[in-house]
């Protein structure tokens, strides 16, 4: 039979496996395991094998063998990852897509009853309905001030009741009818608590941002940029359009009050001098629109008529033969 390895050995043998990982892979989920049992972590474990793997441990092993390895290869990228190791985490290393992978270990999350002293993760409301407890459970109701009727020989609660509240502490009442009613209220599973990405960390909501929130984003910032831009008049590739525009109405302006012309301000001085020939212009540009379209359609029309005027003979024959 071998020998159980010591505690140093297995310290060695973790910061090996730590390093190697580290080497390996550029991508890392970092993850709360809190309320996880082993069965579900090897659930998680089997569902990403394959491209991904998790790795758990005491946050002062992970620290080290990161600071370690960081030291030796002289590569300081891996030293954010230090702050994220607080609480009870694990690391997830993956090569395939960030978001898939975290959407794969959300599936993984399991039911939970709410044990005494658990704080809540969500509020609960226990629904209106028939609980099917007899009336002799009545006191649980009434502790917690649950309207109640007798129906049929079994308690039924006559509105929604919002029982515990995110963040406060499961009391024993709350924990005893929860478990009568048969509600197991809370679920589960690894969280990913921050993104680590060839050295740049980041927030896991930014994984859900789609190829149009990219694009609404950019936008805003580039109208940032153009309003700055115009409002210093420093020049940029986004207030280049603008500027051109700005600077074409100051000359026309000018060309307008003086006696210095040019085409384009010929044009605005006639309309000015006589501003019905702007109207009579306006109205025959869409009158010459319309007009096109009955003229295309008749053209269309002849088109189309021209088969039907094709004689007999064409088939070597006449009626009249």
């Given amino acids: 039979m071998a020998p159980k390895p010591t505690k140093a050995e297995k310290k060695i043998a973790y910061d090996a496996k730590l390093c190697k990982l580290l080497d390996e892979y550029t991508q890392?989920?970092?993850?709360?395991?809190?309320?996880?049992?082993?069965?579900?972590?090897?659930?998680?474990?089997?569902?990403?094998?394959?491209?991904?793997?998790?790795?758990?441990?005491?946050?002062?092993?992970?620290?080290?063998?990161?600071?370690?390895?960081?030291?030796?290869?002289?590569?300081?990228?891996?030293?954010?990852?230090?702050?994220?190791?607080?609480?009870?985490?694990?690391?997830?290393?993956?090569?395939?897509?960030?978001?898939?992978?975290?959407?794969?270990?959300?599936?993984?999350?399991?039911?939970?009853?709410?044990?005494?002293?658990?704080?809540?993760?969500?509020?609960?409301?226990?629904?209106?309905?028939?609980?099917?407890?007899?009336?002799?459970?009545?006191?649980?109701?009434?502790?917690?001030?649950?309207?109640?009727?007798?129906?049929?020989?079994?308690?039924?609660i006559i509105t929604p009741v919002e029982l515990i509240k995110k963040g406060e502490k499961v009391g024993s009442s709350e924990a005893a009818l929860l478990s009568k009613l048969g509600i197991r209220p809370f679920s589960y599973g690894l969280v990913v608590l921050s993104v680590y990405d060839n050295g740049s960390v980041f927030s896991p909501e930014v994984l859900d941002l789609t190829e149009d929130d990219l694009v609404e984003k950019f936008a805003v910032g580039v109208s940032m940029v153009t309003a700055l831009s115009l409002a210093i008049s420093y020049p940029t590739l986004a207030a280049a359009p603008h500027m051109f525009i700005n600077a074409y109405k100051n000359v026309l302006a000018v060309a307008v009050e003086t006696d210095y012309s040019f085409p384009e301000a010929d044009k605005v001085k006639e309309y000015l001098k006589d501003p019905s020939k702007f109207a009579v212009a306006a109205v025959a540009a869409p009158a010459a629109a319309a007009g096109g379209a009955p003229a295309a359609a008749a053209k269309e029309e002849e088109k189309k008529e021209e088969p039907a005027e094709e004689s007999d003979d064409d088939m070597g024959f006449s009626l009249f033969d």
């Fill in 28 to 156: 890392i989920l970092v993850v709360n395991a809190d309320n996880v049992g082993s069965n579900q972590l090897q659930n998680i474990r089997g569902g990403l094998r394959g491209d991904s793997i998790v790795l758990m441990g005491k946050n002062t092993m992970m620290k080290r063998s990161v600071r370690m390895h960081a030291e030796s290869t002289g590569n300081d990228v891996y030293l954010s990852l230090i702050p994220l190791l607080v609480g009870n985490v694990g690391l997830i290393f993956t090569k395939g897509d960030l978001k898939e992978v975290s959407e794969e270990v959300a599936k993984y999350k399991v039911g939970a009853p709410a044990r005494v002293g658990l704080v809540a993760p969500i509020d609960v409301v226990v629904p209106p309905g028939n609980t099917g407890l007899d009336p002799s459970q009545t006191s649980f109701f009434q502790v917690l001030n649950i309207p109640t009727k007798i129906n049929k020989g079994t308690v039924e």
